[in-house]
Protein backbone atom coordinates (compact mmCIF):
# COMPACT_ATOMS: atom_id res chain seq x y z
CA UNK A 1 0.00 0.00 0.00
CA UNK A 2 1.10 3.41 -0.94
CA UNK A 3 1.53 5.28 1.97
CA UNK A 4 2.62 9.01 0.36
CA UNK A 5 -0.64 10.43 -1.59
CA UNK A 6 1.70 12.44 -3.89
CA UNK A 7 2.88 9.32 -5.30
CA UNK A 8 0.12 7.49 -5.08
CA UNK A 9 -1.68 10.27 -7.19
CA UNK A 10 0.95 10.33 -9.76
CA UNK A 11 0.83 6.61 -10.38
CA UNK A 12 -2.46 6.98 -10.50
CA UNK A 13 -2.00 9.14 -13.08
CA UNK A 14 0.41 7.08 -15.48
CA UNK A 15 -1.59 3.99 -15.14
CA UNK A 16 -4.37 5.99 -16.47
CA UNK A 17 -2.08 7.10 -19.37
CA UNK A 18 -1.23 10.03 -18.92
CA UNK A 19 2.22 11.54 -19.38
CA UNK A 20 4.11 12.96 -16.28
CA UNK A 21 5.48 16.02 -15.85
CA UNK A 22 8.74 16.46 -15.18
CA UNK A 23 8.10 17.32 -11.53
CA UNK A 24 6.13 14.44 -10.92
CA UNK A 25 9.20 12.33 -12.29
CA UNK A 26 11.39 14.01 -10.16
CA UNK A 27 9.37 12.97 -7.34
CA UNK A 28 9.15 9.33 -8.11
CA UNK A 29 13.09 9.32 -8.35
CA UNK A 30 13.45 11.15 -4.95
CA UNK A 31 11.42 8.11 -3.14
CA UNK A 32 13.30 5.57 -0.93
CA UNK A 33 10.95 3.75 1.12
CA UNK A 34 10.90 0.08 -0.04
CA UNK A 35 7.21 -0.40 -0.15
CA UNK A 36 6.77 2.47 -2.62
CA UNK A 37 9.90 1.81 -4.61
CA UNK A 38 7.87 -1.63 -5.05
CA UNK A 39 4.72 0.36 -5.88
CA UNK A 40 6.67 2.00 -8.73
CA UNK A 41 7.92 -1.28 -10.16
CA UNK A 42 4.71 -2.74 -10.37
CA UNK A 43 3.40 -0.07 -11.88
CA UNK A 44 6.49 0.24 -14.55
CA UNK A 45 6.05 -3.29 -15.03
CA UNK A 46 1.94 -3.18 -15.59
CA UNK A 47 2.91 0.21 -18.16
CA UNK A 48 5.47 -2.57 -19.66
CA UNK A 49 3.14 -5.16 -20.50
CA UNK A 50 0.62 -2.91 -22.11
CA UNK A 51 3.19 -0.91 -24.08
CA UNK A 52 5.19 -3.51 -25.25
CA UNK A 53 3.71 -6.85 -24.83
CA UNK A 54 4.63 -9.94 -22.15
CA UNK A 55 7.22 -11.45 -24.72
CA UNK A 56 11.00 -10.47 -24.07
CA UNK A 57 13.12 -9.45 -27.49
CA UNK A 58 16.78 -9.74 -28.33
CA UNK A 59 18.67 -9.29 -31.07
CA UNK A 60 21.96 -11.51 -32.76
CA UNK A 61 24.61 -8.85 -33.40
CA UNK A 62 27.69 -7.33 -33.11
CA UNK A 63 29.58 -4.15 -31.95
CA UNK A 64 32.69 -3.35 -33.94
CA UNK A 65 34.56 -0.21 -32.42
CA UNK A 66 36.65 0.49 -36.02
CA UNK A 67 39.19 2.65 -33.96
CA UNK A 68 39.57 4.22 -30.13
CA UNK A 69 42.06 7.19 -31.22
CA UNK A 70 40.01 9.93 -30.44
CA UNK A 71 40.68 13.80 -30.23
CA UNK A 72 38.10 13.85 -27.45
CA UNK A 73 39.11 13.61 -23.49
CA UNK A 74 36.23 12.73 -22.05
CA UNK A 75 36.49 12.02 -18.33
CA UNK A 76 34.76 9.05 -18.05
CA UNK A 77 36.78 7.52 -21.14
CA UNK A 78 38.98 4.64 -20.36
CA UNK A 79 39.11 3.46 -24.28
CA UNK A 80 40.77 6.47 -26.22
CA UNK A 81 44.31 6.65 -27.03
CA UNK A 82 46.49 9.12 -29.19
CA UNK A 83 47.93 8.15 -32.40
CA UNK A 84 50.94 6.33 -31.33
CA UNK A 85 49.84 5.25 -27.84
CA UNK A 86 50.09 1.97 -26.74
CA UNK A 87 47.22 -0.07 -27.33
CA UNK A 88 46.24 2.48 -30.12
CA UNK A 89 43.97 0.93 -33.15
CA UNK A 90 42.63 2.18 -36.13
CA UNK A 91 40.78 -1.75 -37.95
CA UNK A 92 41.21 -1.55 -42.08
CA UNK A 93 38.12 -2.34 -44.00
CA UNK A 94 39.77 -6.02 -44.18
CA UNK A 95 40.23 -6.36 -40.72
CA UNK A 96 36.46 -5.05 -40.63
CA UNK A 97 35.30 -7.24 -42.76
CA UNK A 98 36.36 -10.26 -41.18
CA UNK A 99 34.79 -9.25 -38.24
CA UNK A 100 31.59 -9.13 -39.86
CA UNK A 101 31.75 -11.95 -41.84
CA UNK A 102 32.51 -13.78 -38.56
CA UNK A 103 29.22 -12.13 -37.31
CA UNK A 104 27.05 -13.40 -40.23
CA UNK A 105 28.30 -16.88 -39.73
CA UNK A 106 26.89 -17.01 -36.28
CA UNK A 107 23.80 -14.94 -36.98
CA UNK A 108 24.31 -11.25 -36.68
CA UNK A 109 21.27 -9.68 -38.65
CA UNK A 110 23.20 -6.44 -37.20
CA UNK A 111 26.49 -4.60 -37.16
CA UNK A 112 26.88 -2.00 -34.53
CA UNK A 113 29.81 0.55 -35.62
CA UNK A 114 31.24 2.87 -33.47
CA UNK A 115 34.63 4.77 -32.42
CA UNK A 116 36.80 7.41 -31.69
CA UNK A 117 37.01 10.51 -33.66
CA UNK A 118 40.18 9.92 -35.35
CA UNK A 119 41.47 12.78 -37.83
CA UNK A 120 43.06 10.82 -40.15
CA UNK A 121 39.38 9.37 -41.24
CA UNK A 122 37.32 11.14 -43.56
CA UNK A 123 34.12 11.00 -45.44
CA UNK A 124 34.89 12.53 -49.10
CA UNK A 125 37.96 13.97 -50.28
CA UNK A 126 41.51 13.08 -51.14
CA UNK A 127 42.46 12.06 -47.73
CA UNK A 128 40.85 8.47 -46.99
CA UNK A 129 36.69 8.38 -47.52
CA UNK A 130 36.62 6.00 -44.77
CA UNK A 131 33.60 6.09 -43.63
CA UNK A 132 31.77 4.92 -47.07
CA UNK A 133 34.41 2.67 -48.22
CA UNK A 134 33.54 0.92 -44.82
CA UNK A 135 30.04 1.10 -45.07
CA UNK A 136 29.62 -0.01 -48.72
CA UNK A 137 32.36 -3.31 -48.29
CA UNK A 138 30.00 -4.23 -45.81
CA UNK A 139 26.37 -3.59 -47.72
CA UNK A 140 28.21 -4.85 -51.28
CA UNK A 141 29.61 -8.23 -49.42
CA UNK A 142 26.43 -8.45 -47.05
CA UNK A 143 23.42 -6.55 -48.63
CA UNK A 144 20.43 -7.84 -46.02
CA UNK A 145 22.63 -7.33 -43.00
CA UNK A 146 22.00 -4.22 -41.05
CA UNK A 147 24.19 -1.75 -40.22
CA UNK A 148 23.50 0.60 -37.11
CA UNK A 149 26.70 2.94 -36.84
CA UNK A 150 28.13 6.67 -36.15
CA UNK A 151 26.60 8.58 -33.63
CA UNK A 152 25.41 12.39 -33.80
CA UNK A 153 28.96 12.99 -32.01
CA UNK A 154 30.84 11.09 -35.00
CA UNK A 155 28.44 12.54 -37.49
CA UNK A 156 29.34 16.15 -35.88
CA UNK A 157 32.62 15.38 -36.46
CA UNK A 158 32.75 14.40 -39.84
CA UNK A 159 30.68 17.30 -40.86
CA UNK A 160 32.73 19.49 -39.44
CA UNK A 161 36.34 17.87 -40.81
CA UNK A 162 35.05 17.36 -44.50
CA UNK A 163 32.97 21.54 -44.10
CA UNK A 164 29.49 19.36 -44.98
CA UNK A 165 26.12 19.73 -43.43
CA UNK A 166 24.83 17.38 -40.74
CA UNK A 167 22.01 16.55 -43.53
CA UNK A 168 24.42 16.12 -45.84
CA UNK A 169 26.53 13.54 -43.79
CA UNK A 170 23.23 11.87 -42.76
CA UNK A 171 22.35 11.37 -46.36
CA UNK A 172 25.77 10.04 -47.39
CA UNK A 173 25.82 7.58 -44.93
CA UNK A 174 22.30 6.89 -44.88
CA UNK A 175 22.48 6.23 -48.99
CA UNK A 176 25.93 4.17 -48.75
CA UNK A 177 23.88 1.63 -46.74
CA UNK A 178 23.62 2.81 -43.06
CA UNK A 179 20.09 1.79 -41.58
CA UNK A 180 19.89 3.81 -38.24
CA UNK A 181 21.94 5.64 -36.13
CA UNK A 182 22.81 4.51 -32.12
CA UNK A 183 21.36 7.96 -30.19
CA UNK A 184 25.20 7.40 -28.02
CA UNK A 185 27.08 10.51 -26.77
CA UNK A 186 23.94 11.72 -25.11
CA UNK A 187 25.60 11.32 -21.77
CA UNK A 188 23.30 13.64 -19.81
CA UNK A 189 21.19 16.22 -21.85
CA UNK A 190 21.39 18.92 -19.42
CA UNK A 191 25.26 21.22 -20.36
CA UNK A 192 25.94 22.45 -17.09
CA UNK A 193 27.14 18.37 -16.39
CA UNK A 194 28.52 17.81 -20.04
CA UNK A 195 30.52 20.90 -19.51
CA UNK A 196 32.19 18.68 -16.77
CA UNK A 197 32.20 15.09 -17.91
CA UNK A 198 32.69 15.48 -21.56
CA UNK A 199 33.31 19.72 -22.34
CA UNK A 200 34.78 18.32 -25.99
CA UNK A 201 31.48 16.70 -26.94
CA UNK A 202 28.79 18.28 -28.89
CA UNK A 203 26.42 20.46 -26.91
CA UNK A 204 22.64 19.62 -26.49
CA UNK A 205 21.26 21.75 -28.53
CA UNK A 206 23.61 20.16 -31.41
CA UNK A 207 22.83 16.30 -30.11
CA UNK A 208 18.92 16.81 -30.59
CA UNK A 209 19.55 18.70 -33.94
CA UNK A 210 21.09 15.77 -35.37
CA UNK A 211 19.26 13.32 -34.15
CA UNK A 212 15.98 15.29 -35.44
CA UNK A 213 17.91 15.23 -39.20
CA UNK A 214 18.29 11.84 -39.13
CA UNK A 215 14.55 11.24 -38.15
CA UNK A 216 13.73 13.72 -40.74
CA UNK A 217 15.68 12.16 -43.62
CA UNK A 218 14.44 8.91 -42.53
CA UNK A 219 17.32 7.62 -40.51
CA UNK A 220 15.91 5.46 -37.04
CA UNK A 221 18.14 6.34 -33.88
CA UNK A 222 17.67 4.62 -30.62
CA UNK A 223 17.88 6.55 -27.50
CA UNK A 224 20.38 6.40 -24.13
CA UNK A 225 21.48 7.94 -20.78
CA UNK A 226 24.52 7.70 -19.08
CA UNK A 227 23.65 7.78 -15.47
CA UNK A 228 25.14 7.33 -12.16
CA UNK A 229 27.75 9.62 -12.23
CA UNK A 230 27.19 13.62 -11.05
CA UNK A 231 23.89 14.40 -12.51
CA UNK A 232 21.07 15.08 -10.19
CA UNK A 233 17.54 13.62 -10.38
CA UNK A 234 16.34 17.08 -12.04
CA UNK A 235 18.96 16.46 -15.11
CA UNK A 236 17.60 12.82 -15.14
CA UNK A 237 13.99 13.99 -16.03
CA UNK A 238 15.29 16.81 -17.87
CA UNK A 239 17.08 14.16 -20.42
CA UNK A 240 14.38 11.87 -20.70
CA UNK A 241 11.86 15.05 -21.35
CA UNK A 242 14.28 15.88 -24.12
CA UNK A 243 13.52 12.46 -25.26
CA UNK A 244 9.92 12.53 -24.91
CA UNK A 245 10.05 15.89 -26.90
CA UNK A 246 11.99 14.58 -29.72
CA UNK A 247 9.49 11.69 -30.29
CA UNK A 248 6.75 13.61 -30.12
CA UNK A 249 7.75 16.06 -32.79
CA UNK A 250 8.51 13.31 -35.23
CA UNK A 251 5.06 12.12 -34.43
CA UNK A 252 3.63 15.45 -35.32
CA UNK A 253 5.45 16.24 -38.31
CA UNK A 254 5.05 13.12 -39.17
CA UNK A 255 8.71 12.33 -40.12
CA UNK A 256 9.36 8.52 -41.75
CA UNK A 257 11.81 8.05 -38.75
CA UNK A 258 11.42 7.93 -35.07
CA UNK A 259 13.62 6.38 -31.76
CA UNK A 260 13.59 3.11 -31.74
CA UNK A 261 14.32 2.29 -28.13
CA UNK A 262 15.81 3.51 -24.72
CA UNK A 263 18.56 2.16 -23.22
CA UNK A 264 19.99 3.22 -19.78
CA UNK A 265 23.90 3.04 -19.25
CA UNK A 266 25.08 3.15 -15.55
CA UNK A 267 27.87 4.92 -15.32
CA UNK A 268 30.75 2.31 -14.71
CA UNK A 269 34.03 3.87 -13.22
CA UNK A 270 36.87 1.98 -12.35
CA UNK A 271 39.20 2.68 -14.96
CA UNK A 272 37.80 6.19 -15.52
CA UNK A 273 40.14 9.20 -14.69
CA UNK A 274 40.90 9.65 -10.98
CA UNK A 275 39.22 13.30 -10.79
CA UNK A 276 35.83 11.72 -11.83
CA UNK A 277 35.83 8.64 -9.62
CA UNK A 278 36.82 10.84 -6.47
CA UNK A 279 33.16 13.03 -7.52
CA UNK A 280 31.50 10.09 -8.19
CA UNK A 281 32.42 8.09 -5.16
CA UNK A 282 32.33 4.52 -7.03
CA UNK A 283 33.56 2.57 -9.58
CA UNK A 284 30.26 0.14 -10.22
CA UNK A 285 26.77 1.26 -10.81
CA UNK A 286 24.54 0.88 -7.78
CA UNK A 287 21.68 -1.50 -9.26
CA UNK A 288 18.98 -0.20 -7.00
CA UNK A 289 18.99 3.16 -8.39
CA UNK A 290 19.49 1.43 -11.40
CA UNK A 291 16.62 -0.20 -11.34
CA UNK A 292 14.74 2.72 -10.31
CA UNK A 293 15.42 5.00 -12.94
CA UNK A 294 14.76 2.49 -15.27
CA UNK A 295 10.89 2.04 -14.35
CA UNK A 296 10.64 5.56 -14.18
CA UNK A 297 12.18 6.03 -17.71
CA UNK A 298 9.37 3.60 -18.86
CA UNK A 299 6.76 5.52 -16.89
CA UNK A 300 7.54 9.01 -18.14
CA UNK A 301 8.81 7.96 -21.60
CA UNK A 302 6.80 4.55 -22.55
CA UNK A 303 3.80 6.48 -24.04
CA UNK A 304 5.93 7.38 -26.68
CA UNK A 305 9.21 5.03 -26.82
CA UNK A 306 8.06 1.78 -26.12
CA UNK A 307 11.29 -0.51 -26.10
CA UNK A 308 13.27 -0.69 -23.17
CA UNK A 309 16.39 -2.13 -22.82
CA UNK A 310 19.29 -2.54 -20.16
CA UNK A 311 22.66 -2.88 -20.75
CA UNK A 312 24.27 -6.13 -19.35
CA UNK A 313 27.76 -5.35 -20.21
CA UNK A 314 27.18 -2.87 -17.24
CA UNK A 315 25.19 -4.90 -14.87
CA UNK A 316 25.45 -8.61 -15.74
CA UNK A 317 23.21 -10.09 -16.40
CA UNK A 318 21.46 -10.54 -13.32
CA UNK A 319 20.68 -7.37 -12.96
CA UNK A 320 19.93 -6.82 -16.36
CA UNK A 321 17.66 -9.72 -16.14
CA UNK A 322 15.93 -8.06 -12.91
CA UNK A 323 15.70 -4.65 -14.82
CA UNK A 324 13.46 -6.58 -17.09
CA UNK A 325 11.09 -6.69 -14.01
CA UNK A 326 11.24 -2.86 -13.87
CA UNK A 327 9.77 -1.77 -17.29
CA UNK A 328 12.30 -3.12 -19.52
CA UNK A 329 10.95 -5.66 -22.48
CA UNK A 330 14.33 -6.02 -24.51
CA UNK A 331 17.49 -7.70 -22.87
CA UNK A 332 19.95 -6.43 -25.58
CA UNK A 333 22.22 -7.94 -28.17
CA UNK A 334 25.09 -10.87 -28.48
CA UNK A 335 27.33 -7.78 -28.94
CA UNK A 336 30.16 -10.28 -29.64
CA UNK A 337 33.25 -8.12 -28.82
CA UNK A 338 32.63 -4.52 -26.55
CA UNK A 339 35.39 -2.18 -25.96
CA UNK A 340 34.34 0.74 -24.60
CA UNK A 341 32.41 -0.37 -21.67
CA UNK A 342 34.74 -3.18 -20.80
CA UNK A 343 37.95 -1.19 -20.83
CA UNK A 344 36.32 1.36 -18.33
CA UNK A 345 35.80 -1.86 -15.88
CA UNK A 346 32.63 -2.75 -16.71
CA UNK A 347 32.29 -6.71 -15.06
CA UNK A 348 29.30 -8.05 -17.59
CA UNK A 349 31.35 -9.32 -20.13
CA UNK A 350 31.96 -9.21 -23.78
CA UNK A 351 29.40 -11.86 -25.53
CA UNK A 352 26.62 -13.03 -24.47
CA UNK A 353 25.44 -16.33 -26.37
CA UNK A 354 21.08 -16.62 -27.40
CA UNK A 355 20.59 -19.73 -25.47
CA UNK A 356 22.42 -17.64 -22.48
CA UNK A 357 19.95 -14.53 -23.02
CA UNK A 358 16.87 -17.24 -23.88
CA UNK A 359 17.59 -18.51 -20.35
CA UNK A 360 17.40 -15.43 -18.48
CA UNK A 361 14.45 -14.50 -19.82
CA UNK A 362 12.92 -18.10 -19.61
CA UNK A 363 13.89 -17.60 -15.77
CA UNK A 364 11.48 -15.28 -15.45
CA UNK A 365 8.93 -16.98 -16.54
CA UNK A 366 8.73 -14.90 -20.04
CA UNK A 367 8.62 -15.97 -23.60
CA UNK A 368 11.19 -14.75 -26.09
CA UNK A 369 11.87 -13.97 -29.59
CA UNK A 370 14.99 -12.91 -31.72
CA UNK A 371 14.14 -9.15 -33.34
CA UNK A 372 15.88 -7.30 -35.80
CA UNK A 373 17.06 -4.01 -35.36
CA UNK A 374 13.80 -2.00 -35.52
CA UNK A 375 12.37 -4.71 -33.63
CA UNK A 376 10.08 -6.92 -36.39
CA UNK A 377 10.10 -10.39 -35.27
CA UNK A 378 12.61 -12.37 -36.80
Known amino acids: MILNLTVDTILNRAVAGDDLSPEEGVVLLEQKDSAILEDIRVVSDSLRSQQAGETVTYIINRNINFTNICEQHCSFCAFRRDAGDKGAFWLDIEQILEKTTDAVKRGATEICMQGGLNLEAKIQGKSLPYYLNLVQAIKIQFPHLHFHGFSPQEVQFIAREDHLSYADVIMALRDSGVGSM ?197
Open 182 to 378: PGTAAEILADSVRNIICPEKINTATWLEIVETAHRLGVPTTSTMLSGHIETNQQQIQHLQHLRSLQQKAIKYNYPARITEFILLPFVGEMAPASLRRRVGRDQPILADTLLLTAVARIFLGNWISNHQPSWVKLGLEGATEALRWGCNDIGGTLMEEHITTMAGAKGGTFMEPETLKNAIASLGRSYQQRDTLYQYK
